[in-house]
Every structure is written in structure tokens, then in C-alpha cells.
């Protein structure tokens, strides 16, 4: 009888998030369909240990791996599952479960298992930043600054980050970065460049509120330097999904992505801090992972064919852009040279 079972393992990360791990197991121990899945509980021990457990069940040919914890411990299963039969699933315990929010799997534990016990699938994209996956986001500038920071801090939670997110952004320094994006070339100086699989970080704060994860493109995020008292409605549309509204925001979508600072620094892929050299190379995998989801979610209300036209019009303008950035220059390099023929006379 047990070899007619789903062999699905779960993975768990004792330190990630505050809810309690044991009462999940107690959920899992009621709730699961023991008609279904053959069950296997492991916990992790050290960082990456989960990456080692789900490619060993992979290659065991698991039904699935799931990940309870948060988007770290998803990132670690879900690398180990790509271009393979194996499916990730998601019990969200984490500090900001940006990709559980996207995919609309429940924070409730009790509702995420329900998920689980329905089985249906979908085949997801995931990026590249340089040689390391991500499913959710990735990018430079203060969210990943801000990330290294939250990683020192020694404790977790939502509350930690937002400390480290207001002290920090008082003495943060805007970057001038290069970009290149399928091809065409510019130069922004930027608060934060993020490219987005899905829509958010977590926590419903929606930093590439239209991505969708299925549609061979990243969508990127560029906020400008901006002043003290745009921080209020920048906040408020960060989190009310409008970000890319801001007349301090520059959206595109690509299908890769060349990143050049001026110096190596701090990156982060899927809320990760990761020491990078000057230039980062990003890109969108097809088709890449498959996932326990929802049997009914709320429908996108961004259609192929919309999303298809926004990607051209954002090669447009980046094209203008780049004879904006011209001519502001221009003008710079003019009046400077007017400043200096007063100074002689």
C-alpha cells in the first residue's frame, strides 16, 4: 500500500520566523492526507543543509519537497528542484514570505497543508544573478544593504527589519550604475535597482507589482534618490501595490539584465545579502520549477498580450531615456562653462 504513496518530505528550518515548528507538526500529523503522502520530516542543521536534502530526494524521484521556513530556506530547496520532476511546496513561517504571498499560499499553516492535500501544480520561472537562483526578487543598492544589515542583526522578524530599514536609510548613499538591458544601454543613479520574478519582497511590500511568474520576463524596478518627504507616499504605494507610479520610479521588463557600479559591493537574491563584484549579470529562466499552488487563485488582471506591449513600451523608453540623460548632460556641461566665463570677467 505505502508504495502507491506520494513520498513528500518536509524540510524545516528551526530558526527561520517565530511560529512554532511544533505546532505545525502537530497540524501536518492531523490535517495531511496520510492516504495520499507518505510523510518525512528532516530538520536543517547548518546553511545549506536543505539544498542537500531536497537534491538527494530529487534524485530519490520525492513527489515533493516542502519547505517550512522562509524564503531563505525555499531558496535553498527550490535551487536543488529545478529541471526536475520533484515539486516544491510552501508551509510560510518566514520573516517576509515573498513568494508564498505571491503564489496567494495561505499564511494560516492549517490552510497551507489544505494546498498541499489538494496537489495541483504549476510550472514557474525563476532568475539568475550571476551563477545563484532566485524565485522572488534580487537586485542592488539599499534593500540589499539593508539585507546584510538585517543578516548581522542576530534576530529576526518583521520588527528587526524595520529598524534596520529606517536607521539605515538616513546614511545611505545612492550608486550610479550602468545598465544594459536586452541590448540597450543607459545610466541611472539609483536608491535601489530591483528585478522581480514575482511581485514582492514580502510582507506585501509589491516592488514589481505586475511581475507574474510565468512569463519569461523580469520586471524591473528603479527607484531614484528622492527626499525625505517622499518617503510617506512612496511607503504607502509600496505597499498598496502602485510603486511604479512614482515619478521617482523607472519600470522595464527584459529578459536579461547587465548590472556596472563604479566598485564591488553587497547584492541579495530572494532577501539574501551576497558579496558581488562591479558587474552583475541577471536573467529569467523559463519554465524552470514546478509548484504545489492554490487550486484557485485571484486572476491577474494583466492579460499576455498587455504585458507584452508594456515590455516594448518600456524598450521605448529607455530609449528616451538615454536622450533625456544626453541632453541633461548637455545642459550641465553648458552652464558650467557659462559659470566659469563669469568668474574671468
Aim: charge should be neutral; aromatic fraction near 8%; hydrophobic fraction near 40%.
Amino acid at each position: 500500500m505505502d508504495e502507491q504513496k506520494k513520498h513528500i518530505v518536509f524540510v524545516i528550518n528551526p530558526i527561520s520566523g517565530t511560529q512554532s515548528k511544533e505546532q505545525i507538526l502537530k497540524w501536518l500529523d492531523e490535517k495531511l492526507d496520510k492516504e495520499v503522502y507518505l510523510p518525512e520530516i528532516v530538520y536543517t542543521e547548518y546553511a545549506g543543509h536543505a539544498t542537500e536534502i531536497a537534491a538527494d530526494r530529487a534524485k530519490k524521484e520525492a513527489f515533493a519537497v516542502v519547505a517550512i521556513g522562509g524564503d531563505g530556506t525555499i531558496n535553498e530547496i527550490a535551487r536543488a528542484l529545478v529541471h526536475t520532476d520533484t515539486a516544491l511546496g510552501i508551509i510560510p513561517c518566514g520573516s517576509g514570505n515573498g513568494l508564498a504571498r505571491h503564489l496567494q499560499i495561505p499564511m494560516e499553516s492549517k490552510r497551507a497543508i489544505d494546498i498541499l492535500n489538494e496537489g495541483v501544480m504549476d510550472t514557474i520561472d525563476y532568475g539568475m544573478i550571476n551563477d545563484l537562483p532566485f524565485f522572488c526578487t534580487c537586485g542592488v543598492g539599499f534593500d540589499a544593504f539593508v539585507s546584510l544589515k538585517f543578516a548581522q542583526a542576530g534576530k529576526r522578524g518583521p520588527l528587526t527589519y524595520l529598524e534596520k530599514t529606517l536607521t539605515e536609510s538616513l546614511k545611505y548613499k545612492p550608486e550610479t550604475y550602468e545598465l544594459e538591458m536586452d541590448g540597450i544601454s543607459s545610466r541611472y543613479k539609483a536608491f535601489v535597482i530591483a528585478c522581480g520574478n514575482a511581485s514582492q519582497y514580502g510582507n506585501n511590500a509589491y516592488i514589481t507589482p505586475q511581475a507574474t511568474l510565468t512569463d519569461g520576463l523580469l520586471d524591473v524596478t528603479i527607484l531614484e534618490p528622492f527626499t525625505v518627504l517622499e518617503v510617506p507616499t512612496l511607503s504607502f504605494q509600496l505597499f498598496n501595490r502602485t510603486i511604479d507610479q512614482n515619478s521617482r520610479v523607472k519600470t522595464f521588463r527584459c529578459k536579461s539584465l547587465h548590472i556596472h557600479r563604479g566598485k564591488p559591493g553587497v547584492a541579495h537574491f530572494d532577501g539574501d545579502p551576497v558579496m558581488m563584484g562591479s558587474d552583475i549579470a541577471v536573467k529569467i529562466m523559463q519554465k524552470g520549477l514546478r509548484v504545489i499552488v492554490p487550486s484557485v487563485v485571484e486572476k491577474n488582471s494583466f492579460n499576455v498580450f498587455r504585458r507584452a506591449q508594456d515590455y516594448i513600451n518600456g524598450l521605448k523608453q529607455l530609449n528616451e531615456t538615454i536622450f533625456e540623460d544626453i541632453t541633461q548632460t548637455n545642459k550641465a556641461l553648458l552652464g558650467k562653462g557659462k559659470s566659469q566665463i563669469k568668474k574671468l570677467f
